[in-house]
């Protein structure tokens, strides 16, 4: 088949999806391994298909997300491994980053925790930032702690990177310096997004009000001689934090905002 002609009948058969054509050209990249150049060059082009080209489309056809199809997702200019066993990352989780990045010294030597590691993404690219810490990295589901093994080795920091299966820290029993965490913040029956339904709902759903997870972290924090915690939270959510750390002791609790002007996380600085 001509490329030109299999791209047009891909995107009739994705009319559902937004982006139908463009979506159609990046699978077509990724099943036949090649860049944009090549699309771009090779429109009269024959080309081979097999089955496994339909299946692929039908798939996406169905909604199932373009990472879980292709395994690759891009994250703060570097590309992970991504299937259904972690949450696919979001831009607006790189604000995080930058808030830590905003408030550690690149040289420290402390250690990290991540609470809720998924594909990894979140302290992988913070180890690479701050190349002398250490960083433990938990996740109740032991699917996600697969990705997140396979996205730590091929980065190379399993040195650097141990990874733990618990739930919040339960299995943390040494002292640490930092909190990190995107946790799962969505009230429990929110109705989602059919694509969202493709992800590890545990990745999304945090309890019967959504900020739960965020509140025992907040407990954890206040009794456990944390410096800092840093924190993806919900639009909704600047509110009730403010209100629930109200009398507790802390220096100073700072909010940001995401690319769209919605609350998306705070810095807690707690000595
Ligand atoms: C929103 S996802 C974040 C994944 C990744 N850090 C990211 O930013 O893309 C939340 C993660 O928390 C994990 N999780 C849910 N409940 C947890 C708990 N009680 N303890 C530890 N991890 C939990 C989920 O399995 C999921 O991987």
Known sequence: MILRELLQQTTARLKNIPRAQREAQLLAIHYFNKDELWLITNQNSEVDVGDNYFAMVAKRAQNIPLEYITNRVSFYSQEFYID????????????LIDAVKKEIDQGSTATFVEVGVG????????????????????DIS???LEV????????NLQNRIELRLGSLLDNVDEAFEYLVSNPPYIANGVKLEKNLSYEPQNALFGGEVGDEIIRDLLDAVLSRGTKYFFCEIGYDQKDKIQSYLKNRCYESLEFYKDYSGFDRGFTLRLQ
């Open 84 to 95: 259904e066993g972690a949450l696919i990352p979001r831009p607006e989780t790189e604000l």
């Open 148 to 155: 997140a093994k396979k996205n730590i080795k091929k980065f």
């Open 119 to 138: 594909s990894g993404i979140i302290s992988i690219m913070l180890a690479l930032h701050f190349n002398c810490a250490k960083f433990i990295a938990i």
């Open 142 to 144: 032991p699917k996600a």
